[in-house]
């Protein structure tokens, strides 16, 4: 494992950063569209269970136990790989985003955490957030963004990022605001700025890429917002939550990309969906986990520094279920 070893491009400090935002999330919001759509819930339910991968023991077994102030809130994380199986050699935790659901469901709160984050792996030591997934896999991850938040974990998913070309396809492809025209590092694809259509391997080019960019993964999470707004734009719309054949295939295409936690089979995804049916896009709220910026550890690796002031209010924000008041104080997380 050497990609969590690669250096950022170094881009000026600033204490806030943009939106990590990647497609992730559409776990939640696919099938809250996907299995409250229609009275076909146990075909989906039956193809949604047979299309995943259980991941055995995703959960430690010492967990932080849940703040009574937490109520019936939920926390689940959520993890980009290009690999589908987590118990591979090559995996890779190159994106991870912590959900929080509030207990009156309301809204869905997204909080992306940078890969490169310096921070305590439980039996390892510092080091970048996303070696935790080669150490000890997922119940290292889990037990990793427990210790950083302590609080408790309810659930764990995986995708990987290949299932995305056919879910854009199967929506008919996807429309993004690009900030910044570029022309893709392994492809050479160009994506000019403004309005542009995504299908395909071309959606999968554009939210990946980091090369072509003098700041590298900060215009990364800029494009993986764009993209994440534009799929939700596309999944909340009438023409979608209204076609059975459209829903259908969404869920055939990204659920044998999905490995989930034993607990989070069809019948818990459907309870959640069913919870969150009320929800539309601009009630889901993305943001960065806030940092120090870019720095430098003691053995010469490029890293982001924490902010350990704003991951003692989020821990707080997450142990009372306030995390939209903790958003409305701090500008959204910007």
């Known amino acids: ?15 806030r950063h943009p939106v990590r935002a990647t497609m992730i999330v559409l776990l939640v919001l696919l099938l809250t569209a996907a299995l409250v759509a229609g009275g076909y819930l146990w075909n989906l339910a039956r193809s949604f269970d047979s299309g ?17 102030a937490a109520g019936e809130s939920q926390n689940i994380l959520l993890i980009g790989s290009d690999t589908r199986d987590p118990a591979s050699d090559d995996a890779r935790s190159d994106t991870m985003m912590l959900v929080h659901l509030p207990g009156d469901r309301s809204g869905v709160y997204v909080m992306s955490i940078m890969r490169d984050t310096w921070t305590d792996i439980p039996g390892y030591g510092e080091h970048k957030i996303n070696a935790a997934m080669a ?16 609080m408790p974990i309810d659930h ?41 259509r ?38 909340l719309t009438k023409e979608t939550l209204t076609s059975p054949g459209k829903i ?25 969906a069913l919870s969150l049916r009320n929800v539309r896009s601009a009630d889901i709220s993305m943001f960065t986990l806030p940092n120090l910026g870019v720095g430098m550890s003691s053995d010469g690796q490029s890293i982001v520094v924490k902010d350990e002031v704003a991951i003692a209010e989020i821990a707080e924000a997450l142990d009372t279920d306030a995390m939209g008041e903790y958003l409305a104080a701090n500008d959204g997380g910007q």
């Open 1 to 15: 494992m050497t990609q969590f070893l690669q250096d950022y491009e170094q881009p000026a400090p600033r204490r």
């Open 52 to 68: 995943t991968t259980t991941i055995e023991n995703a959960l430690p077994v010492n967990s932080p136990l849940k703040d009574p």
């Open 135 to 150: 150490f000890g896999g997922i119940p290292l991850v889990v037990d990793t963004v427990q210790t950083l938040f302590d």
């Open 156 to 196: 764990v998913a995986i995708i990987d990022f290949e299932g995305f070309k056919g879910l854009t396809d199967a929506l008919g492809g996807v429309t993004v605001n690009n900030s910044a025209a570029f022309a893709a590092s392994e492809t050479g694809e160009y994506f000019p700025a403004g309005e542009i």
């Open 198 to 235: 995504l299908e395909g391997e071309s959606a999968l080019s554009f939210v990946r890429e980091r090369y072509a960019f003098t700041d590298g993964d900060y215009q990364r999470v800029r494009n993986q917002q764009a993209f994440v707004r534009g799929l939700l734009g596309t999944l």
């Open 248 to 272: 259908s295939e969404s869920v055939a295409e990204i659920s044998p990309y999905l490995s989930l936690d034993e607990d989070l089979d069809a019948v818990t995804v459907g309870g959640l």
